[in-house]
């Protein structure tokens, strides 16, 4: 039987993975981040090509049809069948232009890609220690149910010498009726979260070996000096270099790209003759420089984002650590001060409860310990989730 338990203990532990391993491998073959893999390799397929030049044009002419005969081509010179080459050329500048803005696309969707990352990791980890907190409260509720049936049993066997035993006793048999009515709650909720935590993993029956454990706290100051690897907030200042790529490519615009137009003419009964053609659009109704005027705005407007998200960055992290510590400073309170002092309660009324005399002040310290016992256990899951998020802010994955 010894054998049997190491053995399931041992395929238990080589499934369970640490909440680490399960962030690296949901990031490898998660579909949300798959999406936009695909549309960074469809960024690269365009600044590839961005530096082509426009398609040229071919154009074919048949001049100076004449109805009584179309067939005849020797009535006059005027008659001629042509084939004409145009290419237009772009403007100085304006292909590195393009190429710039198009690199800064990349950008915003490869911080995307980053804010994606990371908050995936977030919610593997939100939900993992949400999948802990739900196993530590179970264990809780298994082991006061343990106890209240004891103490049921203790309760009975008074019922014949004290009359007030049998109404401790029924106290004792609520207190557990509402323990299972926990203990059924907390199972639907562990489902439900393992269900979840398995979409984030890509993988049925994930089990997490890390342990439900404090962890000390770092300074806010470590946050807030890391606080521009969050790439939301390289995202804003990559939307701010888009901006800014795009006025310049405006800016440009405004200088038109001239063309050239080659054509070979063939006449049947006339020499043949070529032709050459220069041009270029003429910008007279002003249309380019009130896109470049847009476009000076949007890149301004861009860069107050930018700035404003900075701002909003830092009292998100203000706020999520004064979350945590208060979780924290709950914790060690409830830990350090309330338990210690409810156990010195136990035992400076065990004497009386082990004689059966005061078997109700004994549910009611039972019921007060559970209750603190949870609490701390909310305070250590609030404290490692606030934890994660603001690892998040950072840019932690």
Request: hydrophobic share 40%; glycine share 2%; net charge positive.
């Amino acid at each position: 039987m010894k054998t049997f338990l190491l053995v399931c203990f041992s395929l238990f532990s080589l499934h369970a993975q640490s909440i680490q391993t399960l962030i690296t491998q949901s990031l490898q073959k998660h579909p949300s981040l798959n999406t936009i893999k695909y549309r960074l390799s469809a960024m690269d397929e365009r600044i590839a090509s961005s530096r082509n030049w426009s398609n040229p044009e071919l154009i074919l002419n048949v001049n100076d049809i004449q109805f009584p005969d179309i067939s005849d081509r020797s009535l006059e010179p005027m008659q001629y069948q042509a084939i004409n080459y145009k290419q237009r050329f772009p403007w100085f500048g304006k292909i590195d232009a393009k190429e710039t803005y198009l690199r800064a696309q990349k950008d915003v969707i490869l911080h995307s890609y980053d804010i994606a990352k990371v908050k995936l990791a977030e919610e593997i980890r939100v939900t993992s220690y949400t999948i802990l907190e739900i196993k530590e409260r179970l264990r809780i509720v298994k082991q006061y149910e343990k106890l209240t049936h004891q103490n049921i049993v203790l309760y009975d066997s008074y019922i014949s010498t004290d009359s007030k035993s049998h109404s401790n006793s029924m106290s004792a048999e609520l207190l557990l009726s509402r323990l299972h009515i926990r203990n059924e709650r907390y199972k639907a909720v562990l489902k439900s979260q393992e269900a979840k935590l398995a979409y984030l993993v890509q993988r049925k029956n994930v089990s997490v070996s890390d342990k439900f454990r404090m962890i000390k706290p770092k300074s806010l100051s470590y946050y807030l000096s890391n606080l521009q690897r969050n790439p939301a907030f390289k995202q804003t200042l990559s939307q701010s270099h888009l901006a800014t790529a795009n006025k310049e490519m405006k800016a440009l615009e405004v200088n038109p790209d001239p063309f050239v137009q080659v054509g070979y003419f063939n006449r049947e009964a006339f020499e043949d003759f070529a032709s050459i053609s220069v041009g270029f659009a003429m910008p007279i109704f002003g249309t380019e420089a009130s896109e470049t005027e847009a476009a000076r705005k949007d890149a301004l407007a861009a860069q107050s984002a930018s700035l404003d998200y900075r701002f909003a960055l830092e009292s998100q992290i203000r706020i999520g650590y004064a979350a945590m510590k208060e979780a924290y400073n709950i914790y060690r309170i409830i830990h350090n001060d309330s338990l210690p002092k409810l156990q010195h309660m136990f035992e400076l009324n065990e004497a009386s409860i082990q004689s059966g005399e005061d078997l109700f002040t004994y549910t009611s310290l039972l019921e007060q310990k559970l209750n603190l016992d949870e609490e701390r256990t909310v305070a250590k899951a609030a404290y490692l989730k606030s934890r994660a998020k603001l690892k998040s802010l950072i840019g932690e994955i």
